[in-house]
Protein backbone atom coordinates (compact mmCIF):
# COMPACT_ATOMS: atom_id res chain seq x y z
CA UNK A 1 0.00 0.00 0.00
CA UNK A 2 3.14 2.37 0.59
CA UNK A 3 4.37 1.96 -2.80
CA UNK A 4 3.48 0.22 -6.27
CA UNK A 5 4.12 -3.70 -6.77
CA UNK A 6 7.82 -4.51 -8.16
CA UNK A 7 8.01 -5.73 -11.61
CA UNK A 8 10.27 -5.99 -14.52
CA UNK A 9 10.80 -2.64 -16.56
CA UNK A 10 10.52 -5.13 -19.80
CA UNK A 11 8.31 -7.89 -19.40
CA UNK A 12 10.18 -9.88 -22.58
CA UNK A 13 13.15 -10.48 -20.38
CA UNK A 14 12.75 -13.97 -18.92
CA UNK A 15 16.17 -14.04 -17.70
CA UNK A 16 18.64 -11.62 -16.64
CA UNK A 17 22.55 -11.53 -16.24
CA UNK A 18 24.37 -11.35 -12.95
CA UNK A 19 24.83 -14.04 -9.61
CA UNK A 20 22.53 -17.12 -8.95
CA UNK A 21 20.60 -15.08 -6.12
CA UNK A 22 20.35 -12.47 -8.54
CA UNK A 23 19.04 -14.30 -10.98
CA UNK A 24 16.47 -16.48 -8.68
CA UNK A 25 15.08 -13.03 -7.27
CA UNK A 26 14.67 -11.69 -10.92
CA UNK A 27 12.80 -14.98 -11.78
CA UNK A 28 10.77 -14.90 -8.63
CA UNK A 29 9.45 -11.48 -9.38
CA UNK A 30 8.96 -12.01 -13.11
CA UNK A 31 6.71 -14.99 -12.64
CA UNK A 32 4.67 -13.04 -9.86
CA UNK A 33 4.41 -10.07 -12.37
CA UNK A 34 2.86 -12.00 -14.59
CA UNK A 35 0.58 -14.41 -12.52
CA UNK A 36 -0.95 -11.76 -11.36
CA UNK A 37 -2.25 -10.85 -15.14
CA UNK A 38 -3.48 -14.54 -15.62
CA UNK A 39 -6.83 -16.28 -14.69
CA UNK A 40 -7.95 -17.98 -11.75
CA UNK A 41 -6.36 -22.05 -11.43
CA UNK A 42 -9.80 -23.99 -10.96
CA UNK A 43 -8.82 -27.34 -8.80
CA UNK A 44 -11.57 -29.70 -8.22
CA UNK A 45 -11.53 -31.15 -4.69
CA UNK A 46 -12.64 -34.74 -3.64
CA UNK A 47 -14.13 -35.66 -0.22
CA UNK A 48 -14.74 -39.63 -0.01
CA UNK A 49 -16.50 -40.88 3.15
CA UNK A 50 -16.77 -44.35 3.89
CA UNK A 51 -18.99 -45.56 6.76
CA UNK A 52 -19.25 -49.32 8.46
CA UNK A 53 -21.62 -51.00 9.47
CA UNK A 54 -20.34 -51.93 13.31
CA UNK A 55 -19.15 -48.27 13.93
CA UNK A 56 -20.27 -44.73 13.88
CA UNK A 57 -16.75 -43.30 13.10
CA UNK A 58 -16.07 -42.64 9.44
CA UNK A 59 -12.93 -42.67 7.36
CA UNK A 60 -12.32 -39.73 5.05
CA UNK A 61 -10.20 -39.47 1.48
CA UNK A 62 -9.39 -36.36 0.40
CA UNK A 63 -7.50 -35.49 -3.07
CA UNK A 64 -7.41 -32.08 -5.32
CA UNK A 65 -7.20 -32.27 -9.11
CA UNK A 66 -6.15 -29.03 -11.00
CA UNK A 67 -8.45 -28.75 -13.82
CA UNK A 68 -7.45 -25.46 -15.24
CA UNK A 69 -3.95 -24.01 -14.27
CA UNK A 70 -4.79 -20.39 -15.11
CA UNK A 71 -2.15 -18.86 -13.07
CA UNK A 72 -0.26 -22.03 -11.88
CA UNK A 73 0.92 -22.16 -15.38
CA UNK A 74 4.26 -20.18 -14.91
CA UNK A 75 4.90 -22.13 -11.38
CA UNK A 76 4.56 -26.04 -13.09
CA UNK A 77 7.80 -25.45 -14.36
CA UNK A 78 9.56 -25.16 -10.88
CA UNK A 79 6.88 -27.82 -9.34
CA UNK A 80 9.31 -30.44 -7.70
CA UNK A 81 8.96 -33.99 -7.93
CA UNK A 82 7.44 -33.97 -4.38
CA UNK A 83 4.68 -32.00 -4.75
CA UNK A 84 3.38 -33.99 -7.99
CA UNK A 85 3.73 -37.14 -5.71
CA UNK A 86 1.77 -35.54 -2.92
CA UNK A 87 -1.86 -35.31 -5.58
CA UNK A 88 -3.70 -38.42 -4.67
CA UNK A 89 -5.35 -40.31 -7.57
CA UNK A 90 -8.30 -41.52 -6.69
CA UNK A 91 -10.05 -44.80 -8.55
CA UNK A 92 -13.71 -43.98 -9.85
CA UNK A 93 -16.20 -44.63 -6.68
CA UNK A 94 -20.07 -44.13 -6.27
CA UNK A 95 -22.30 -44.55 -3.69
CA UNK A 96 -23.23 -47.46 -2.23
CA UNK A 97 -19.80 -48.78 -3.28
CA UNK A 98 -18.34 -51.67 -1.04
CA UNK A 99 -14.64 -51.24 0.18
CA UNK A 100 -12.49 -54.06 1.14
CA UNK A 101 -10.06 -52.97 4.12
CA UNK A 102 -6.74 -53.77 3.31
CA UNK A 103 -5.46 -52.26 5.89
CA UNK A 104 -5.39 -49.37 8.35
CA UNK A 105 -2.95 -47.01 10.35
CA UNK A 106 -3.83 -45.19 13.67
CA UNK A 107 -1.34 -43.12 14.48
CA UNK A 108 -1.83 -40.35 17.56
CA UNK A 109 -1.80 -36.55 16.57
CA UNK A 110 -2.10 -33.47 19.11
CA UNK A 111 -4.38 -30.68 17.92
CA UNK A 112 -1.69 -27.59 17.44
CA UNK A 113 -2.46 -24.27 19.63
CA UNK A 114 -2.31 -20.95 18.00
CA UNK A 115 0.80 -20.45 17.20
CA UNK A 116 2.47 -17.32 18.89
CA UNK A 117 3.11 -13.67 17.32
CA UNK A 118 6.35 -13.09 15.49
CA UNK A 119 7.33 -9.68 14.57
CA UNK A 120 5.52 -9.61 11.36
CA UNK A 121 2.11 -11.61 12.56
CA UNK A 122 2.16 -9.01 15.32
CA UNK A 123 2.35 -5.97 13.06
CA UNK A 124 0.07 -7.59 10.92
CA UNK A 125 -2.75 -7.87 14.12
CA UNK A 126 -1.67 -4.44 15.19
CA UNK A 127 -3.13 -3.02 11.22
CA UNK A 128 -6.11 -4.93 11.65
CA UNK A 129 -7.00 -3.85 14.79
CA UNK A 130 -6.11 -0.52 13.51
CA UNK A 131 -3.29 0.32 16.60
CA UNK A 132 -0.65 2.39 15.79
CA UNK A 133 0.66 3.54 12.46
CA UNK A 134 3.35 2.23 10.16
CA UNK A 135 6.01 4.23 11.73
CA UNK A 136 5.02 3.35 15.56
CA UNK A 137 5.23 -0.29 14.97
CA UNK A 138 8.80 -1.24 15.18
CA UNK A 139 9.80 1.69 17.93
CA UNK A 140 6.47 -0.08 20.15
CA UNK A 141 8.21 -4.15 19.22
CA UNK A 142 11.80 -2.29 20.70
CA UNK A 143 10.20 -1.18 23.87
CA UNK A 144 8.96 -4.47 24.47
CA UNK A 145 11.89 -6.45 23.89
CA UNK A 146 14.98 -4.44 24.56
CA UNK A 147 13.63 -1.80 26.21
CA UNK A 148 11.29 -3.25 29.06
CA UNK A 149 11.84 -6.95 28.84
CA UNK A 150 8.26 -7.59 28.79
CA UNK A 151 8.69 -10.14 25.74
CA UNK A 152 11.87 -12.08 23.72
CA UNK A 153 12.29 -13.10 20.32
CA UNK A 154 13.28 -16.73 20.73
CA UNK A 155 12.51 -20.33 20.47
CA UNK A 156 10.63 -22.53 23.08
CA UNK A 157 11.28 -26.28 23.42
CA UNK A 158 8.47 -28.24 23.00
CA UNK A 159 7.08 -31.18 24.79
CA UNK A 160 8.12 -34.78 23.69
CA UNK A 161 5.26 -37.05 24.32
CA UNK A 162 5.62 -40.68 23.35
CA UNK A 163 2.85 -42.38 21.57
CA UNK A 164 1.74 -45.61 20.20
CA UNK A 165 1.26 -46.46 16.53
CA UNK A 166 -1.22 -49.30 15.71
CA UNK A 167 -1.40 -50.65 12.30
CA UNK A 168 -3.26 -53.50 10.23
CA UNK A 169 -2.44 -55.16 7.25
CA UNK A 170 -3.14 -58.59 5.91
CA UNK A 171 -5.32 -59.17 9.32
CA UNK A 172 -2.20 -59.19 11.12
CA UNK A 173 -1.91 -56.11 13.81
CA UNK A 174 1.60 -54.40 14.45
CA UNK A 175 2.35 -51.81 17.16
CA UNK A 176 5.20 -49.02 16.96
CA UNK A 177 6.02 -46.65 19.05
CA UNK A 178 7.30 -42.82 18.40
CA UNK A 179 7.28 -38.97 19.65
CA UNK A 180 5.72 -36.24 18.90
CA UNK A 181 6.66 -32.99 20.19
CA UNK A 182 4.10 -30.43 20.91
CA UNK A 183 4.36 -26.91 21.74
CA UNK A 184 7.82 -26.49 20.26
CA UNK A 185 7.65 -22.55 18.76
CA UNK A 186 10.79 -20.83 16.97
CA UNK A 187 11.38 -17.23 16.35
CA UNK A 188 8.44 -16.32 18.08
CA UNK A 189 7.58 -13.44 20.67
CA UNK A 190 7.94 -14.81 24.19
CA UNK A 191 6.13 -13.35 27.00
CA UNK A 192 8.42 -13.08 30.17
CA UNK A 193 7.39 -12.86 33.79
CA UNK A 194 7.78 -9.18 34.26
CA UNK A 195 5.25 -8.89 31.26
CA UNK A 196 2.59 -10.99 32.81
CA UNK A 197 2.66 -9.19 35.97
CA UNK A 198 2.95 -5.84 34.46
CA UNK A 199 -0.03 -7.31 32.13
CA UNK A 200 -2.32 -8.59 34.90
CA UNK A 201 -1.81 -5.15 36.79
CA UNK A 202 -2.83 -3.17 34.17
CA UNK A 203 -5.84 -5.25 32.88
CA UNK A 204 -7.06 -5.16 36.99
CA UNK A 205 -6.46 -1.16 37.14
CA UNK A 206 -6.80 0.33 33.45
CA UNK A 207 -8.88 -2.00 31.89
CA UNK A 208 -10.52 0.45 29.41
CA UNK A 209 -7.05 1.96 28.15
CA UNK A 210 -5.90 -1.55 27.76
CA UNK A 211 -8.84 -2.17 25.35
CA UNK A 212 -8.39 -2.86 21.90
CA UNK A 213 -10.85 -0.49 20.28
CA UNK A 214 -9.16 2.72 22.91
CA UNK A 215 -5.74 2.84 20.45
CA UNK A 216 -7.81 2.59 17.45
CA UNK A 217 -10.68 5.60 18.90
CA UNK A 218 -7.45 7.48 19.95
CA UNK A 219 -6.06 7.50 16.48
CA UNK A 220 -9.44 8.47 14.28
CA UNK A 221 -9.61 11.10 16.97
CA UNK A 222 -6.24 12.38 16.23
CA UNK A 223 -7.13 12.21 12.58
CA UNK A 224 -10.39 14.50 13.07
CA UNK A 225 -8.21 16.75 15.33
CA UNK A 226 -6.19 17.12 12.38
CA UNK A 227 -8.81 17.64 9.87
CA UNK A 228 -10.43 20.32 12.49
CA UNK A 229 -13.81 18.36 12.92
CA UNK A 230 -12.37 18.33 17.12
CA UNK A 231 -10.58 20.45 19.08
CA UNK A 232 -7.43 18.80 20.74
CA UNK A 233 -7.88 20.40 23.98
CA UNK A 234 -11.24 18.90 24.62
CA UNK A 235 -9.97 15.09 23.60
CA UNK A 236 -7.00 15.82 26.10
CA UNK A 237 -9.26 16.78 29.00
CA UNK A 238 -11.29 13.67 28.08
CA UNK A 239 -8.81 11.43 28.48
CA UNK A 240 -6.66 12.71 30.85
CA UNK A 241 -9.07 13.92 33.88
CA UNK A 242 -10.72 10.48 34.43
CA UNK A 243 -6.71 8.90 34.14
CA UNK A 244 -5.09 11.09 36.30
CA UNK A 245 -7.94 10.20 39.10
CA UNK A 246 -7.20 6.26 38.51
CA UNK A 247 -3.20 6.81 38.72
CA UNK A 248 -4.08 8.91 42.28
CA UNK A 249 -6.21 6.51 43.40
CA UNK A 250 -3.63 3.01 42.65
CA UNK A 251 -1.29 5.25 44.07
CA UNK A 252 -2.24 5.12 47.16
CA UNK A 253 -2.99 1.56 47.00
CA UNK A 254 0.47 -0.05 48.66
CA UNK A 255 -0.89 -3.44 48.24
CA UNK A 256 1.40 -5.44 46.33
CA UNK A 257 0.93 -8.93 44.52
CA UNK A 258 3.68 -10.72 45.44
CA UNK A 259 4.25 -13.68 42.96
CA UNK A 260 5.13 -17.09 44.83
CA UNK A 261 4.73 -20.43 44.41
CA UNK A 262 5.89 -23.59 46.60
CA UNK A 263 7.85 -26.41 44.45
CA UNK A 264 8.92 -28.88 47.07
CA UNK A 265 11.37 -29.66 49.15
CA UNK A 266 15.31 -29.78 46.72
CA UNK A 267 15.78 -33.58 46.91
CA UNK A 268 19.58 -33.22 47.83
CA UNK A 269 19.13 -31.43 51.13
CA UNK A 270 15.22 -31.27 51.88
CA UNK A 271 14.98 -27.83 51.99
CA UNK A 272 11.80 -25.76 50.59
CA UNK A 273 12.24 -24.22 47.23
CA UNK A 274 9.87 -21.28 46.57
CA UNK A 275 9.60 -19.68 42.78
CA UNK A 276 9.54 -15.69 43.35
CA UNK A 277 9.70 -12.59 41.64
CA UNK A 278 11.76 -9.71 42.54
CA UNK A 279 13.50 -6.32 42.05
CA UNK A 280 15.30 -8.30 38.91
CA UNK A 281 13.40 -10.45 37.77
CA UNK A 282 11.93 -14.52 38.62
CA UNK A 283 14.44 -16.44 41.00
CA UNK A 284 14.32 -19.74 42.74
CA UNK A 285 14.59 -19.22 46.86
CA UNK A 286 16.07 -22.24 48.91
CA UNK A 287 15.56 -22.52 52.73
CA UNK A 288 13.68 -19.94 54.20
CA UNK A 289 16.50 -19.38 57.74
CA UNK A 290 19.89 -17.18 57.90
CA UNK A 291 21.37 -19.03 55.36
CA UNK A 292 19.10 -18.47 52.37
CA UNK A 293 20.48 -19.25 48.62
CA UNK A 294 19.15 -17.46 45.49
CA UNK A 295 19.32 -18.44 41.77
CA UNK A 296 17.82 -16.60 38.85
CA UNK A 297 15.55 -19.02 36.56
CA UNK A 298 17.06 -19.47 33.10
CA UNK A 299 16.18 -17.91 30.08
CA UNK A 300 12.60 -19.37 29.03
CA UNK A 301 11.73 -20.72 32.34
CA UNK A 302 8.41 -19.12 34.42
CA UNK A 303 7.12 -19.19 37.47
CA UNK A 304 3.84 -20.87 36.60
CA UNK A 305 5.44 -23.55 35.08
CA UNK A 306 9.44 -24.26 36.45
CA UNK A 307 8.99 -28.08 37.71
CA UNK A 308 10.52 -28.85 40.89
CA UNK A 309 13.53 -31.21 39.69
CA UNK A 310 14.28 -28.14 36.59
CA UNK A 311 14.62 -25.70 40.30
CA UNK A 312 16.57 -28.41 41.85
CA UNK A 313 19.00 -27.86 39.01
CA UNK A 314 19.69 -24.02 39.21
CA UNK A 315 21.62 -24.94 42.66
CA UNK A 316 23.99 -26.94 40.85
CA UNK A 317 26.01 -24.35 40.13
CA UNK A 318 29.13 -22.76 41.10
CA UNK A 319 30.55 -26.08 39.84
CA UNK A 320 34.14 -26.11 39.84
CA UNK A 321 34.82 -27.63 36.22
CA UNK A 322 39.03 -28.08 37.05
CA UNK A 323 42.14 -25.70 36.82
CA UNK A 324 43.75 -23.77 34.44
CA UNK A 325 47.83 -22.67 35.02
CA UNK A 326 46.51 -23.62 38.87
CA UNK A 327 43.88 -21.56 39.01
CA UNK A 328 39.80 -23.34 39.49
CA UNK A 329 37.78 -22.85 36.73
CA UNK A 330 34.32 -22.13 38.52
CA UNK A 331 31.52 -22.22 36.25
CA UNK A 332 27.93 -20.02 37.26
CA UNK A 333 25.14 -18.63 36.14
CA UNK A 334 23.98 -14.60 36.57
CA UNK A 335 21.96 -11.97 36.03
CA UNK A 336 22.95 -11.87 32.16
CA UNK A 337 23.97 -15.23 31.72
CA UNK A 338 26.64 -18.05 32.31
CA UNK A 339 30.16 -17.25 32.84
CA UNK A 340 33.19 -18.42 34.99
CA UNK A 341 35.15 -17.58 37.64
CA UNK A 342 38.72 -17.56 37.34
CA UNK A 343 40.60 -15.87 40.29
CA UNK A 344 39.96 -12.53 40.36
CA UNK A 345 38.16 -12.30 36.46
CA UNK A 346 34.54 -13.02 35.55
CA UNK A 347 34.67 -14.49 31.80
CA UNK A 348 31.65 -14.96 29.79
CA UNK A 349 30.44 -17.22 28.26
CA UNK A 350 28.64 -17.62 24.93
CA UNK A 351 25.02 -17.20 25.52
CA UNK A 352 22.75 -20.11 25.48
CA UNK A 353 25.87 -22.51 26.93
CA UNK A 354 24.50 -24.71 29.83
CA UNK A 355 27.57 -23.93 32.15
CA UNK A 356 26.65 -27.35 33.77
CA UNK A 357 28.04 -28.88 30.69
CA UNK A 358 30.34 -26.85 29.65
CA UNK A 359 33.86 -28.87 29.24
CA UNK A 360 37.37 -27.81 30.40
CA UNK A 361 38.62 -27.36 27.16
CA UNK A 362 35.79 -24.98 26.33
CA UNK A 363 36.69 -23.19 29.65
CA UNK A 364 40.16 -22.44 28.74
CA UNK A 365 39.07 -21.47 24.92
CA UNK A 366 37.19 -18.97 26.88
CA UNK A 367 39.68 -18.02 29.23
CA UNK A 368 42.57 -17.55 27.11
CA UNK A 369 40.14 -15.56 24.40
CA UNK A 370 39.33 -12.60 27.29
CA UNK A 371 42.78 -12.49 28.65
CA UNK A 372 44.05 -11.69 24.50
CA UNK A 373 41.67 -8.84 24.88
CA UNK A 374 42.36 -8.17 28.01
CA UNK A 375 45.81 -7.58 26.26
CA UNK A 376 44.82 -5.57 23.68
CA UNK A 377 45.20 -1.79 24.77
CA UNK A 378 47.28 -2.45 27.61
CA UNK A 379 49.83 0.06 28.25
CA UNK A 380 53.46 -1.31 27.91
CA UNK A 381 55.37 1.85 28.36
CA UNK A 382 55.02 5.35 29.84
CA UNK A 383 56.98 8.62 29.82
CA UNK A 384 54.61 10.42 32.14
CA UNK A 385 56.75 13.67 31.70
CA UNK A 386 56.00 13.96 28.06
CA UNK A 387 52.80 12.97 28.30
CA UNK A 388 54.13 9.99 25.87
CA UNK A 389 52.38 6.03 26.17
CA UNK A 390 53.75 2.98 23.80
CA UNK A 391 50.15 0.83 23.90
CA UNK A 392 49.56 -3.01 22.57
CA UNK A 393 46.46 -2.07 20.42
CA UNK A 394 44.73 -4.32 18.65
CA UNK A 395 47.04 -4.23 15.65
CA UNK A 396 49.97 -4.05 17.52
CA UNK A 397 52.27 -1.01 19.47
CA UNK A 398 51.98 2.43 18.56
CA UNK A 399 52.69 5.44 20.35
CA UNK A 400 50.44 7.53 22.07
CA UNK A 401 50.86 11.85 22.84
CA UNK A 402 49.12 14.56 23.15
CA UNK A 403 45.53 12.70 22.15
CA UNK A 404 46.80 11.48 18.93
CA UNK A 405 48.64 7.96 17.60
CA UNK A 406 51.32 7.28 15.46
CA UNK A 407 52.43 4.34 14.09
CA UNK A 408 56.03 2.41 15.26
CA UNK A 409 58.47 2.12 12.19
CA UNK A 410 58.58 -1.78 10.84
CA UNK A 411 61.45 -3.10 12.27
CA UNK A 412 61.66 -1.36 15.06
CA UNK A 413 62.11 -3.36 18.59
CA UNK A 414 59.58 -2.23 20.65
CA UNK A 415 61.70 -2.73 23.84
CA UNK A 416 64.30 -0.29 22.46
CA UNK A 417 62.13 2.83 22.06
CA UNK A 418 63.43 5.08 24.72
CA UNK A 419 61.84 8.53 25.72
CA UNK A 420 64.07 10.71 23.02
CA UNK A 421 63.15 7.43 20.14
CA UNK A 422 59.78 7.72 20.55
CA UNK A 423 59.78 12.01 19.88
CA UNK A 424 61.56 11.74 16.82
CA UNK A 425 59.12 9.36 15.91
CA UNK A 426 56.46 11.72 16.81
CA UNK A 427 58.52 14.47 15.44
CA UNK A 428 59.06 12.85 12.01
CA UNK A 429 55.50 11.37 11.36
CA UNK A 430 51.77 12.05 10.78
CA UNK A 431 49.50 10.96 13.33
CA UNK A 432 47.25 8.27 12.61
CA UNK A 433 43.88 8.72 11.13
CA UNK A 434 41.26 7.37 13.48
CA UNK A 435 37.89 7.02 11.48
CA UNK A 436 36.27 9.67 9.53
CA UNK A 437 34.21 12.80 9.60
CA UNK A 438 30.80 12.31 7.86
CA UNK A 439 30.49 15.14 4.97
CA UNK A 440 27.14 17.27 6.09
CA UNK A 441 25.61 19.35 2.96
CA UNK A 442 24.46 22.86 3.88
CA UNK A 443 20.83 23.45 3.61
Not at 55 to 63: D, G, I, N, S
Not at 75 to 93: G, I, N, R, T
Not at 201 to 217: E, R
Not at 402 to 409: E, L
Request: hydrophobic letters at 35%; glycine letters at 8%; aromatic letters at 8%.
Amino acid sequence: EAHEAIRPTYIENTEIEGTAQEQKLYNLIWKRTIASQMADAKVLKTDIKIASDKREEKFTVQATQVVFDGFLKVYMESQDDAQEEAEVLLPELHVGDSMTALGFTADCKFTAPPSRYSEATLVKKLEELGIGRPSTYAPTISTLTTGRGYIVKGDKEGEKIPVTCLAMKNGKITESAKTETVGAEKGKLLPQEIGMIVTDYLVKNFHTILGYDFTANVEKDFDKIADGDLVWNKVISDFYSPFHHKVEEVLGDKEYNHVSRELGKDPSDGEMLIAKFGQYGPYIQKGDGEKKQYAHLAPGQLIESITLEEAAKLFLLPKVIGQYNGIDIIATKGRFGPYLKYGEKNVSLPRGTDPLKVTLEDCIAAITESESKTAANTIMAEYKDSDIQIINGRYGPYIKHDGKNFKIPKGTEVSSLTEEKCKEIISTSEPTKRGFKRKTSAK
